[in-house]
């Protein structure tokens, strides 16, 4: 890359505005806000160049009336004012807005959006924060969705990394166009690909989703020119459902994204309901874009080498949050957050008699509600953390404001929730001291079938049918060239039809003492398809031989 940093540089012309850091060049429309060049590592435009200028990237939402059910509206947020709310050697940050007022009716979402992006000297990338508000009085609606969506050029990116262990070379747009469609419209047969060795695999945009806690970085690497394109969330706080909720990725387009809010995994119970009125305002991010690109000496493994490159650069922007950059009354600062701290135990008089320590417990604050009410909260904030073996924690960065103390803890049912609600002022420090979660229970257990830990990795898992596979979650020979499970087979394709080949005539009979959960439970309660068409719901059935 021949580029070296300079100034932050603006250029402010009748329908584009140009930022520029001497490391990439970036182009918005104006007012719009939609991205429409990225020049970085001597390539002229990173982004799908096919499509149409407000289709390459952009913020999005889908909403809907009360009385619509979900039958959502597309909006592709497209600002109508332009402002440069900062502007000097070190940083430049623009707002695109887009007012609504009762004259809109139900013409658009009824919210004030004003977009954000930034650039700071020597960092080659691109940062972008919003804020939603609706106003009191305004009208009711339902908030489905919302996310960035970025487009890179399909000619030449092809190679997508999500974690360590997930990383391939990806179908082309078209091959989907040739393929076969499946159950859902997003899972397709490619039956004619461009790459040949891609033959028969399914592509399926949600075998790619990823738990909100581990989603930090994500991306596509280009094959020509070894340019790395790369999503970076460096907090999950404006993230709705808490940590353990899972959502898309990058995908197949090529598309990256930085979800925000969906349904995806969840539907009604997740919706944003806003009703009589409410007023509710909340800042999504800042998420970065990050370009990163290898030099001459780096060739031997480009897709290394940019991948672990990423991981570097979303530490640094982890440990950086939250941010001081932005410039907006509404996101605040670190002197303006607190902090809260403590000691988690369980009380279970079955299995000591002494308080046993939270080990690994996720404690977390989020809006005031009863316990497990966090997985279904979208409209504030939440922060989380894990404990430490003796079940200690601290909860840094917390927004003002007013919030329940939530807890689960591995290997124990239920929920914890701290009596008391907690007020989050600027520079506090809270400590609670020791609590204690007393797990739900009636008695001593007699048999349990599997473990508490919000993850059903322990139940059987079936191969998937040779027809219906994607690569990347085969079973993988391990580092002495032993088969070894991939923890991500229960991504694959068409698991759910397994269930009624593996028991045709009835649903499967669990005996206690007998039946082993990793060979004899299915990890998914899922219907049976009969010989006579008809599907039935899955019946557990569990039998123990002692009297």
């Not at 197949?252 to 806003?274: I, N």
Request: glycine letters at 6%; aromatic letters at 14%.
């Amino acid at each position: 890359m021949d580029k070296i940093a300079s100034d932050v540089e603006l250029q402010v012309q009748d329908d584009y505005v140009v930022i520029d850091n001497g490391l990439v060049q970036v182009t918005l429309s104006n007012p719009g806000g939609s991205v429409t060049r990225i020049q970085y590592n001597n390539v002229d435009n990173l982004l799908e160049t096919h499509n149409e200028e407000e289709n390459r990237g952009y913020w999005d939402l889908d909403w809907s009336k009360p009385e619509q059910l979900h039958d959502g509206i597309h909006d592709r947020i497209s600002g109508t004012n332009f402002t440069v709310i900062m502007e000097d050697p070190d940083q430049v940050e623009l707002s695109f807005v887009r007012y609504w007022d009762l004259s809109f009716g139900s013409k658009s979402v009824p919210l004030n959006i004003d977009v954000r992006f930034v650039m700071l000297h020597g960092i080659p990338g691109l940062y972008s924060y919003a804020i939603y508000e609706h106003l009191e009085g305004w009208p009711d609606f339902d908030l489905d969705q919302t996310r960035i969506v970025f487009k890179p050029s399909k000619d030449k990116f092809h190679y997508m990394a999500i974690s360590d262990d997930r990383q391939r070379t990806m179908p082309m747009p078209e091959d989907r166009d040739t393929g076969q469609p499946l159950a859902y419209k997003e899972a397709v047969l490619l039956t004619n690909p461009i790459n040949l060795d891609l033959k028969g695999e399914v592509d399926d945009k949600y075998q790619y989703s990823c738990e909100n806690k581990d989603c930090k970085v994500h991306g596509w690497i280009s094959n020509d020119s070894f340019t790395g394109f790369w999503t970076i969330t460096p907090s999950n706080e404006f993230q709705s459902d808490g940590p353990f909720k899972q959502d898309l990725t990058s995908h197949v387009g090529p598309t990256t994204l930085a979800m925000f809010h969906s349904l995806h995994y969840s539907g009604e119970d997740v919706v944003l309901k806003f009703r009589d009125g409410e007023h509710w305002k909340k800042v999504f991010g800042p998420v970065f874009f990050y370009f990163n690109a290898v030099v001459d000496e780096d060739l031997e493994n480009p897709y290394s080498t940019l991948w672990e490159d990423a991981k570097n650069q979303m530490m640094y922007e982890v440990q950086s949050w939250p941010y001081q950059f932005p410039n907006s009354e509404d996101y605040p600062h670190l002197e303006q957050r607190g902090t809260v701290t403590g000691r988690l135990f369980v009380q279970d008089r079955y299995i000591s008699d002494d308080y046993i320590s939270a080990d690994s417990a996720y404690v977390g604050m989020a809006l005031p509600g009863d316990a497990g009410s966090w997985q279904r909260e979208g409209k504030g904030y939440q922060f989380w953390t894990k404990a430490d073996a003796s079940g200690c924690f601290s909860i840094n960065n917390v927004r003002e404001g007013n919030y329940s103390l939530y807890a689960y803890v591995p290997s124990f049912i239920g929920d914890y929730k701290y009596d008391v609600n907690i007020t989050i002022t600027p520079g506090c420090v809270i400590d609670v001291g020791d609590i204690v979660y007393e797990p739900p229970r009636n008695g001593p257990t007699f048999w349990e079938i599997g473990i508490a830990d919000r993850s059903s990795a322990e139940f059987y898992i079936p191969d998937p049918s040779p027809n219906y596979i994607n690569k990347l979650y085969l079973n993988q020979p391990n580092s002495v060239g032993m088969p070894s499970k991939s923890v991500h087979k229960f991504r694959q394709y068409g698991l759910w039809d397994r269930y009624t080949e593996l028991y045709p005539d009835g649903d499967l009979l669990f005996v206690i003492d007998v039946s082993d959960y990793s060979n004899d439970w299915f990890y998914a309660h899922v219907t049976r398809f009969s010989s006579t068409d008809l599907y039935f719901t899955f019946t557990l059935q569990v039998a123990s031989l002692k009297i």
